[in-house]
């Protein structure tokens, strides 16, 4: 059986819903039982288990990497392409973390738009 994710912390969900009020671009949806937004359609950023989550560009990337950021794997040994881990320090801080916000509603704001799925009946 495979094992369970925890659920995300309430005062990350509370952080998470008042830093994406700040981003006009962020259309809030859950996914997979977490807090999430979409820009044009596109996932942009999330939280998963304890675990704040970014769609960058490669630069980006690298240069969170360099802040202690990581790449996002919901299942080990299977990481997200464009996803990167935001490190607890960053969370922490309220600039740095509105920065990397809008770095990734940035990107994924420049990606095409998806187009809506009609519903199934």
């Known amino acids: 059986m495979a094992a369970r994710w925890k659920k995300a912390p309430p005062e990350l969900v509370a952080l998470f819903e008042r830093e994406l009020a700040k981003e006009p671009r962020a259309?809030?949806?859950?996914?997979?039982?977490?807090?999430?937004?979409?820009?044009n359609g596109n996932l942009a950023t999330g939280l998963h288990q304890n675990d704040w989550m970014l769609r960058l560009s490669e630069a980006d990337r690298a240069a969170l990497a360099k802040l202690g950021g990581r790449p996002f794997e919901p299942m080990p040994g299977r990481p997200l392409g464009e996803y990167m881990v935001l490190p607890k320090a960053v969370v922490k801080d309220a600039r740095a973390l509105a920065k990397w916000v809008a770095k990734a509603c940035d990107y994924t704001a420049a990606l095409p738009a998806k187009k809506k799925k009609p519903r199934r009946k």
């Not at 259309?27 to 820009?39: D, I, K, L, Q, S």
């Open 27 to 39: 259309e809030p949806r859950t996914m997979f039982g977490y807090p999430a937004a979409f820009v």
